[in-house]
């Protein structure tokens, strides 16, 4: 089964400063979706990624799958204190049924 | 247009009784799944259901169970509760379907949050 492993486990950051998230998978990624938890709640999507290489941005937070479909990355620029929370990479298989395999989330934590 | 909405928000029941959940997808989505999440962890698949008929089942003991309903919403039953299953059940609705939806994500409720005593 696909395995999701999400570093780091924590990150604490001063507000303005950059950051990375990294998400490795266990098998080949057919549709890498990354959400954001305010905790204790629901998740709420991010963004998707499906072709290697693939870059795609909203606002700050930019996310990236490498050519080999293995690892992605999230990049958020000047961190704010609306950007903490836990976020999570999420795998589906190549069908619309394949249910998703998450990470255990990173948690960011943004200091004034 | 209203989310996936979940009913009730928390709930607290006391080992070996029964609970049923309760879930409504955004309008117009015939997918509806159902994870925990245990504190620390990410969300676990637990069942997934399209056009009403069962499409995946995680690795989840004969305990847990859903339905979904002809107007898409689905509920999820456990029975003969654990301290274990104390969680945040969460709901997921998705246009769903037999071919790959590129722009299909899951959208997520805000869950249920489920203490055993």
């Known amino acids: 089964s696909q395995e999701l492993e999400q570093s780091p486990q924590s990150l604490i950051v001063q507000e303005g400063k950059n950051l990375t998230i990294n998400c490795t998978s266990s098998?080949?990624?057919?549709?890498l979706y990354w959400y954001k938890q305010k905790y204790g709640e629901g998740l709420i999507f991010l963004m998707m990624?499906?072709?290697?290489?693939e870059e795609k941005s909203h606002e700050k937070i930019t996310a990236k799958l490498d050519e080999k479909k293995q690892q992605s990355s999230l990049h958020i620029t000047a961190s704010q204190p609306s950007h903490a929370g836990i976020y999570l990479c999420?795998?589906?298989?190549?069908?619309?049924?394949?249910?998703?395999?998450f990470g255990k989330g990173t948690r960011l934590s943004v200091i004034a | 247009d209203a989310g996936v909405t979940q009913s009730p928000t928390h709930l607290i029941k006391t080992r070996g009784q029964h609970v049923t959940l309760r879930c409504s997808p955004i309008?117009?989505?015939?997918?509806v799944s159902w994870y925990q999440q245990v504190l620390g962890q990410g969300p676990q698949f637990i069942f997934q259901y399209y056009e009403k008929e069962e499409r995946g089942r995680g690795n989840f003991p004969d305990r847990f169970s859903a339905r979904q309903f002809p107007n898409y919403s689905s509920e999820l039953n456990v029975n003969a509760l654990l301290l274990g299953d104390s969680a945040l059940y969460l709901c997921?609705?998705?246009?769903?379907?037999?071919?790959?939806?590129?722009?299909?994500?899951?959208?997520f409720g805000n869950g249920t949050r489920l203490t055993v005593t």
């Open positions: 309008s117009g989505h015939k997918s």
């Open positions: 098998k080949t990624l057919y549709g």
């Open positions: 990624l499906q072709k290697g290489g």
């Open positions: 999420g795998a589906g298989g190549n069908s619309g049924n394949t249910p998703l395999v």
């Open positions: 997921a609705s998705s246009l769903g379907g037999t071919v790959p939806r590129v722009n299909s994500p899951l959208h």
